[in-house]
């Protein structure tokens, strides 16, 4: 199977900034997006921001200019820096990934990882 594994959340102070990182692992044939996802208290999961295989990227309105999505296709990582990070950015923020585990699949299968929790302090 496939394993996410995120780290780097934490509690900062509004204006500070963190740097968080998920690493796939397991049967990877290849990864085609990978993304980063949050759920806020009493919120619905929404997209912060993605990127493709060739390094095509989108963000969430909310984040742009403030947020900077990457990845390492070597070592199946993708990493999202935040600056200037604000008291709504409060959130546990998912890694995710659409990965073949083989050859033979034709289509890439949503893999998450188990979250990783940011809190914003006003």
């Known amino acids: 199977q496939v394993q996410l594994v995120e780290s780097g959340g934490g509690a900062v102070q509004a204006g500070g900034s963190l740097r968080l990182s998920c690493a796939a692992s397991g049967i990877i044939f290849s990864i085609n997006a990978m993304g980063w996802y949050r759920q806020g208290p009493g919120k619905e999961r929404e997209l912060v921001a993605g990127i493709t295989s060739g390094g095509r990227t989108n963000y969430a309105d909310s984040v742009k200019d403030r947020f900077t999505i990457s990845r390492d296709n070597a070592k199946n990582t993708v990493y999202l820096e935040m600056n200037s990070l604000k008291p709504e950015d409060t959130a546990v923020y998912y890694c995710?990934?659409?990965?073949?585990?083989?050859?033979?699949?034709?289509?890439?299968?949503?893999?998450w990882g188990q979250g990783t929790q940011v809190t914003v302090s006003s």
């Open positions: 995710n990934a659409q990965v073949r585990m083989t050859s033979a699949d034709r289509l890439p299968r949503n893999y």
